[in-house]
């Protein structure tokens, strides 16, 4: 089986403050990990994905994650946080076997201005 | 830009009432996706389908069925819809792969049975 593990159903960050919403995996074999943020009444969007290569992936918006397979873990970071980044942030995983993708629960981010 | 859409915002329903939710997507995508989403719990997989007349299972399809007869159309179908069937449903696509192309979702539909 695949899974994935938001730990935080909440983070709160101020504006200008760096930021990080955490994410772990488990899968068979090299996963694919990708991370999509939803605001208010809307669908969900595309942030960025990791394949294969560089640990560290640079996405829309300014937001990097960083791969880390001992750890099993895909943390979503940003240097600088805005408030306009409040949102509903998710983690997902497809592993080996698996054609389709697993989502964790979600994490909402609040950044206070 | 890749365009999927779906044909209501909101929606409310009657228990027993056969509802339909229809997808279309612009993008010549062979795949796509039908999903919920429930507060704590995350996106849950309905079905999906890789092609025209294909369709798969995904982690919850019980009390729901699904259309592909368009490429571009993704129909999801409650038979009988109940009241734990309220819930916000999401459609996506994405090109065919080895499972690494991102998916590209609609705005949802949120659905309330009564």
């Known amino acids: 089986a695949q899974s994935v593990a938001q730990p935080e159903d909440q983070v709160n960050v101020a504006e200008g403050n760096p930021l990080t919403v955490k994410c772990t995996y488990s899968?068979?074999?090299?996963?694919?990990l990708f991370w999509y943020v939803q605001y208010p009444n809307r669908g969900l969007q595309f942030l960025l994905k990791y394949i294969t290569g560089d640990n560290l992936v640079k996405g829309s918006y300014g937001f990097e994650a960083e791969f880390n397979k001992s750890q099993t873990s895909f943390h979503l970071k940003k240097p600088s946080a805005l408030v306009s980044d409040s949102a509903l942030y998710f983690c997902a995983v497809r592993g080996g076997g698996y054609s389709t993708l697993t989502f964790g629960k979600g994490t909402m981010l609040l950044v206070s201005p | 830009d890749v365009k999927v859409t779906q044909s209501s915002r909101y929606l409310v329903k009657r228990t027993g009432e056969k509802v339909f939710l229809e997808c279309v997507q612009d993008?010549?995508?062979?795949?796509m996706f039908w999903y919920r989403q429930d507060p704590g719990l995350g996106l849950r997989l309905i079905y999906f389908s890789y092609d025209v007349k294909m369709k798969e299972k995904g982690d919850i399809p019980e009390g729901y069925s699904v259309s592909r007869e368009k490429k571009e159309r993704f129909s999801l179908i409650l038979e009988s819809a109940s009241t734990n069937q309220t819930s916000m449903y999401l459609c996506?696509?994405?090109?065919?792969?080895?499972?690494?192309?991102?998916?590209?979702f609609g705005p949802g539909t949120r659905l309330t049975v009564l």
């Open positions: 996506a696509s994405r090109l065919p792969g080895q499972g690494y192309n991102e998916q590209f």
């Open positions: 993008m010549d995508h062979e795949n």
């Open positions: 899968v068979s074999g090299n996963p694919y």
